[in-house]
């Protein structure tokens, strides 16, 4: 529930500052965003799997974003900085349906 | 989230694992022994054993309420709202177009520049086509516009002649009055005549418009216009140069004379404008078709 309430504040409160990115740190972001979803989905699905832990939660969730962070900006030093960015984001984004897949199996039985 | 049920730690796929046996990059995995000695027993007060732990649907419920304000879940929500942050910066970001522009490679741009170019082209083209269709379209539509321009004087014209449409102009105004009842019909036809012989272009005697197929007849001592009576005073008006109408009707031994002889008062005026509005409606002709 807390949790909840942390994600909930955190768009509101996104909304309202507006607070600027730092250039560099731009291209990052998206990818940073996605990669945090899938580790949300993956918590998501390991408590409906009754085995969810916050330490594994955490690492995962981190080194999600700096894991991929990290690819984005190594492709861009190597200039295929589009091309692996939208290989990360496909990769994450099987991995997210596979998980919301799972988490619909448990809520849904179906 | 599902706090005391964490306590026995399980060998757990890591919370991102699909489960499947694909090892994407961020997930970490850290397979783990079970332990016995969960980190801390007090968090399972209600649920006894280790077998206990909720699974599916029980577990996201008992997960969401009550709500608990632990360690485990104050990361958590750190987490979440780090995450919500961005999302919330990313969506905004994304919906501004500039600073998508501003956070695009310089691939991208070009790609986006050459794009813009192309498309510039194609539209400069169809600029192109369609103003020349434009141009195509108004002079075509100004000859169209001549062209009726030209149709509807030419049926005024035509009109003024076939007696549908009033006429008003320069001319005279005959008025005969007839005490004894000596005018016949062949004195109305020479009259007219007359006037049409002299330039006249528009004619009516009372109420009677007088065209081409005009006749006359008498009709027990009445005269009868295109079959309609008419009657003294006749008045007949006439547009054309009066200069040239009104001589015509004078000359020794024409109307004006053969009418006096007959004991009838003539009288010819000049108006300023002799309004000849008597009307004929058009008739459709059965079988002549125009062949041109």
Partial sequence: MIAVLGLVLGVVAGILTRPVVPMGLEPYLPIAVVAALDAVFGGLRAMLDGMFDDKVFVV???????????????????????????????VLGIRIFSNAASIRRHLFRA | MSDPERAPREPDPAP???????????????????EPAAPDPPAAPATPGPPARPRGRDALLAGLWPPRVTRSQL????????????????????????SALRGARPEDLVRILSDLEDRTGRLEDEKNALEEQRTDLETSSDQAEEARRQTA??????????????????????????????????????????????????IQINEVRIVAGTFFT???????????????????DAIGRPQDLEPALNIPGGVVQSLEKEQAGVVIERPETVVVDALRSAERPDYAQSSS
């Fill in chain 2, 218 to 236: 008498d009709e027990n001592g009445q005269v009868r216009i295109d079959g309609r009576a008419v009657s003294a005073p006749y008045v007949i």
């Fill in chain 2, 153 to 202: 004087e030419r049926e005024r014209q035509l009109g003024i002649l076939a007696g549908t449409v009033a006429a008003e102009g320069p001319g005279i105004e005959l008025r005969v009055t007839d005490p004894r009842g000596a005018v016949r019909a062949d004195m109305l036809l020479d009259a007219v005549q007359e006037l049409r012989a002299a330039g006249a272009e528009a």
């Fill in chain 2, 75 to 98: 990361i958590v929500a750190a987490l979440l709202f780090v995450l919500g942050l961005g999302l919330a910066i990313q969506v905004r970001a994304a919906s501004a177009d500039d």
């Fill in chain 1, 60 to 90: 995962s969730f981190l080194s999600n974003v700096v894991v991929a962070a990290l690819i984005v900006f190594l492709g861009d030093k190597l200039g295929v900085g589009a091309q692996l960015s939208t290989g990360v984001v496909v």
């Fill in chain 2, 16 to 34: 991102g694992e699909p489960g499947q046996a694909s090892p994407a990059p961020g997930s970490a995995r850290k397979p783990q022994a079970p």
